[in-house]
């Protein structure tokens, strides 16, 4: 099956600088790439994606970029805000014989931003 | 608006119970996830289901067990609690076909004394 793996785990950072976290993944059958976001004490929700037909997608101070033969990516908050201090994960999945998603979740960076 | 609703937000229960965690959605999703999330852990996949009586292992099913009577809900079911089993469980639910957003409710604080 998919294996995740996502780094750093912790990282903090002053307010107005950009934050990165990456991921890799292992199933080269992979073709859908979320990142969810996840404020303390309330569930994770979608932030961005990117699917394996495009390198880069940006949304506002978002980014998310994908490297197929490397089988890694990354996602990039830019002019980082306090809101921003949470809890995010990166997931992959391959397309199912049931016409679905199933993702396979890294174990998450707690992103601080420092006023 | 998708809306995922779960039973409890917070259970306490003794070891040996049976427990039952109920997960709710109300936009006709065929598939519905259990996670269970564990600091430095993540989400971990329990079971997931693609359709109405239809079930499948994930990642770390050992304990638990599931059912999907009906397509909006899908229940946990934990035959004998025990003290390793004390997490917080997330349940998802996604629509089948093309690429669709993951929604997830709110969680299950589940503490087994």
């Known amino acids: 099956g998919e294996n995740v793996e996502q780094h750093p785990s912790t990282l903090s950072v002053q307010e107005g600088d950009s934050a990165v976290i990456k991921c890799t993944y292992s199933?080269?059958?992979?073709?859908?790439f979320p990142w969810y976001k996840q404020e303390l004490g309330k569930r994770p929700q979608l932030i961005i994606d990117?699917?394996?037909?495009?390198g880069e997608k940006k949304d506002q101070r978002i980014a998310v970029t994908l490297n197929k033969t490397a089988k890694h990516f990354s996602l990039h908050i830019t002019e980082t805000q306090p809101e921003d201090s949470a809890v995010y994960f990166c997931?992959?999945?391959?397309?199912?014989?049931?016409?679905?998603?199933?993702?396979?979740f890294g174990k998450g960076t707690k992103l601080s931003v420092i006023p | 608006d998708v809306k995922v609703t779960q039973s409890s937000r917070y259970l306490v229960k003794r070891t040996g119970e049976k427990v039952f965690l109920e997960c709710v959605q109300d936009?006709?999703?065929?598939?519905m996830f259990w996670y269970r999330q564990d600091p430095g852990l993540g989400l971990r996949l329990i079971y997931f289901?693609?359709?109405?009586?239809?079930?499948e292992k994930g990642d770390i099913p050992e304990g638990y067990s599931v059912s999907r009577e009906k397509k909006e809900r899908f229940s946990l079911i934990l035959e004998s609690a025990s003290t390793n089993q004390t997490s917080m469980y997330l349940c998802?639910?996604?629509?089948?076909?093309?690429?669709?957003?993951?929604?997830f409710g709110p969680g299950t604080r589940l503490t087994v004394t």
């Open positions: 997931a992959a999945s391959p397309p199912t014989g049931a016409g679905s998603y199933q993702l396979t």
């Open positions: 199933d080269s059958a992979s073709n859908y």
């Open positions: 990117i699917r394996s037909n495009v």
């Open positions: 936009m006709d999703h065929e598939n």
């Open positions: 289901s693609y359709d109405v009586k239809m079930k």
């Open positions: 998802a639910s996604i629509a089948q076909g093309v690429i669709h957003e993951q929604y």
